[in-house]
């Protein structure tokens, strides 16, 4: 069995843990949900964009994107109602 596995299921574990808390505390701190929510997603935003920046990541053509349902840009909605 590849031990690596194991030790990223362990590490992602850990994450979750410690992001649960980082944000219950920020809503503590903000006294308010929605500005703590706002200031969750938005510095995940910028840590996606400074990475697939530094990755070099390639964009799909207008046509391409144009050609995705609508009900596919609405995965981010899903999350909220968690």
Do not use: C, D, H
Not at 3 to 14: H, K, M, R, T, W
Not at 15 to 34: C, D, E, H, K, S
Not at 52 to 74: V, Y
């Amino acid at each position: 069995m590849n031990y690596i596995y194991l030790l990223f299921a362990f590490i992602v574990g850990l994450a979750i843990t410690v992001q649960a808390g980082v944000n219950a505390n920020l809503r503590q701190a903000m006294a308010n949900p929605i500005l703590a929510a706002i200031i969750s997603f938005g510095s995940g935003f910028v840590a996606l964009v400074l990475m697939f920046l530094a990755t070099g990541g390639s964009t799909p053509s207008f046509e391409t994107i144009k050609q995705i349902s609508w009900w596919k840009w609405t995965g981010a909605l899903w999350a909220l109602s968690i």
